[in-house]
């Protein structure tokens, strides 16, 4: 089946370390997101890329990382400047940014909890 | 600059009868709407959007909603509730459906009573 595998489901982060959530697609889309998600609230957006090897911080970018090395993957690493990384991440494709009847696809998310 | 606003944060019905999800939003273009639905723990799934063709969307599972934009309003309904419409309902706002330019509403928690 066609869609967005992301991994972990769940992920565990000590104090002070970096960790990469895993994004991947086989929908042979050019556009590829991250968003956050916090309890109760709407999604903000972290990173996207339209296309390989480029990428654009989004809304609240600070404390993480992305690459864009291919076009099926779009990893996201959470470091240790970001001071508040617990909730929820969400990974989403679209076959290129914008466009009417341009559907955009999640994945099921990731849960980052620092302990 | 644009925003969107769910009225309620929580909405409880009964089975079987109808729903009412709001939401307001502002734009200062003629923006594209959407309503996603997220279930506990998984990623959103789109329910409906409006890109300024017919002013009634019909979506999936029987929910619709309708754009009035002298009310700036894209409220979401759906006639009779089930049990599986448990979720939370998120409206959403874009200049032009692009993913870096989408503008999510609060959300709303809806709650079906057998």
């Known amino acids: 089946d066609g869609g967005i595998t992301q991994s972990p489901k769940y992920l565990f982060r000590k104090e002070g370390q970096n960790v990469t959530l895993s994004c991947e697609q086989n929908?042979?889309?050019?556009?590829m997101y991250w968003y956050r998600q916090d309890p109760g609230q709407g999604l903000r957006l972290i990173y996207y890329?339209?296309?390989?090897?480029?990428?654009q911080k989004g809304d609240i970018a600070e404390g993480y990382s992305v690459s864009r090395e291919k076009k099926e993957s779009f990893p996201l690493t959470v470091t240790s400047a970001q001071k508040n990384p617990t909730a929820f991440y969400l990974c989403?494709?679209?076959?290129?940014?914008?466009?009417?009847?341009?559907?955009?696809?999640f994945g099921e998310g990731s849960w980052l909890t620092v302990v | 600059a644009q925003s969107v606003t769910q009225l309620d944060s929580h909405v409880s019905v009964s089975e079987g009868t109808p729903v009412l999800l709001r939401c307001n939003y502002s734009s200062s273009y003629s923006p594209s709407l959407f309503w996603y639905v997220q279930h506990p723990n998984k990623g959103l799934q789109l329910l409906l959007k409006y890109t300024s063709a017919a002013t009634l969307v019909k979506g999936i599972n029987g929910f619709e909603a309708e754009f009035k934009k002298s009310e700036t309003s894209f409220h979401l309904t759906k006639p009779s509730a089930h049990m599986s419409d448990a979720a939370e309902y998120f409206c959403v706002v874009s200049e032009d459906n692009a993913g870096n330019m989408l503008t999510f509403g609060g959300g709303t928690r809806l709650m079906v009573k057998p």
């Open positions: 890329s339209q296309i390989v090897n480029d990428f």
């Open positions: 929908l042979n889309h050019d556009a």
């Open positions: 989403a494709s679209q076959r290129f940014v914008g466009g009417t009847g341009n559907t955009i696809y």
